[in-house]
């Protein structure tokens, strides 16, 4: 885990939190639930990598 990374994360989301969420809930979270949150939010994004898409194999 790097902390720079973990703590610029912090500060993004205390500066926009997540609906339903506060700059408190964000502040008070661990380092893991904060990366296991940013994960969620952004869990589409890795799934749509074009593998396995009728038409795009390279062999």
Not at 15 to 36: F, H, K, Y
Not at 37 to 58: A, S, V
Request: glycine share 6%; charged share 35%.
């Amino acid at each position: 885990m790097n902390p720079k990374h973990t703590e610029k994360l912090r500060q993004k989301y205390i500066a926009n939190p997540p609906e339903g969420m506060t700059p408190e809930d964000i502040r008070d979270m661990s380092d893991e639930a904060l990366l296991d949150m940013d994960y969620f939010l952004h869990e589409d994004d890795f799934e749509d990598d074009g593998i396995g898409e009728e038409g795009f194999y390279i062999f």
